[in-house]
């Protein structure tokens, strides 16, 4: 199933740009409970994005798994997109997975049922997001069985295909085999087997140094209070959104607080998922620039996937 990519190469069109840092890794690698470990750390510095889930209720959830997957995809380039707009170099987006994410799952998928919607996937890809715009990609490593022990150990629910072992055999495939054809530099796998507080420290070292030293003006923001944090509790408590994983914290001035399916923030009093929707509204504040104009509405794309 390799498949050799040739891209186009803009690289100069990067200088002027945010960074963009993807994580990626197995299930029970330890990606996003590190992630989340630093993203206190790191405020102010970073702003991390959650992994692209679909809402409760959302009709995706209803589609069959392959469609599941496209929608995924066209998330994904729509995010990707959405922070290529960004025109400030001091910015630094960290991803809890990337649309690699997605290739991993087809991959694996086709893998397991003897299907072959991959590279479906991959022209996709090609027809929609030419570009790679990464500056760094971290691949936290684990090996299937043990990222699978991992979970259970801590009492999650797998679903399947999550729980069978030649579908999680050909995820790593993917990361060890497939991944380098896309032709991506910076990419670093961090094995996750190691002490977890050492690969915490490596890790916000290996990001710091990947983040512009340009200093920014400071954003103006209203530190949030305890009914703000209640409100997001039980708001993420009736949508199943599992424990919060950090503090709030401020992300470009709205009081975020991120959850293990979800992150949500406080607009207006109320809470809001921090989505791709929501992501636009804070750019298109924060960069105060037409381009970000004519974006269209979420029931638009909806209806055009």
């Not at 087809?106 to 049922?113: E, V």
């Not at 914290?249 to 992150?263: A, E, I, R």
Request: charged share 25%; net charge positive.
């Amino acid at each position: 199933m390799s498949v050799t990519l040739v891209l186009p190469s803009k690289a100069s069109s990067y200088s002027e740009t945010s960074h963009i840092i993807g994580i990626e890794g197995l299930p029970g690698a330890g990606k996003t409970t590190i992630l989340t470990a630093i993203a206190e750390e790191l405020e102010g510095k970073a702003i991390i994005l959650s992994e692209i889930n679909f809402e409760p209720n959302s009709p995706y959830g209803k589609l069959p798994i392959k469609d599941q997957g496209d929608v995924y995809l066209r998330l994904w380039i729509e995010r990707m997109t959405l922070l290529k707009t960004v025109k400030d170099p001091s910015l630094c987006f960290m991803t809890d997975r990337t649309y690699f994410s997605n290739f991993a799952y087809i991959y694996a998928l086709d893998a397991l049922k003897g299907t072959h919607y991959y590279h479906n996937q991959i022209r996709l890809f090609i027809n929609n997001l030419v570009e790679i715009p990464f500056n760094k990609l971290f691949v936290f490593d684990v090996h299937p069985e043990i990222g699978l022990q991992r979970r259970r150990l801590r009492g999650d629910q797998i679903p399947w295909p999550w729980s069978e072992e030649k579908f999680l055999k050909a995820l790593h495939q993917f990361y060890k085999k497939e991944l380098p054809q896309f032709g991506i530099k910076n990419v670093q796998f961090i094995d996750t087997l190691e002490d977890k507080r050492m690969t915490i420290s490596n890790l916000k070292k290996e990001v710091l140094k990947s983040i512009d030293k340009t200093q920014k003006q400071a954003i103006l923001y209203t530190y949030p209070n305890e009914t703000q944090e209640r409100t997001l509790c039980f708001f993420a408590k009736r949508k199943g959104l599992g424990e919060s994983c950090t503090r709030i914290l401020n992300v470009l001035g709205v009081p975020t607080l991120y959850f293990l399916k979800h992150s949500l923030q406080v607009v207006n009093g109320r809470p809001v998922f921090f989505n791709n929707d929501q992501l636009y509204n804070l750019l298109k504040v924060y960069s105060q620039k037409t381009f970000l104009q004519g974006k269209p509405s979420l029931q638009e794309r909806a209806n055009a996937l």
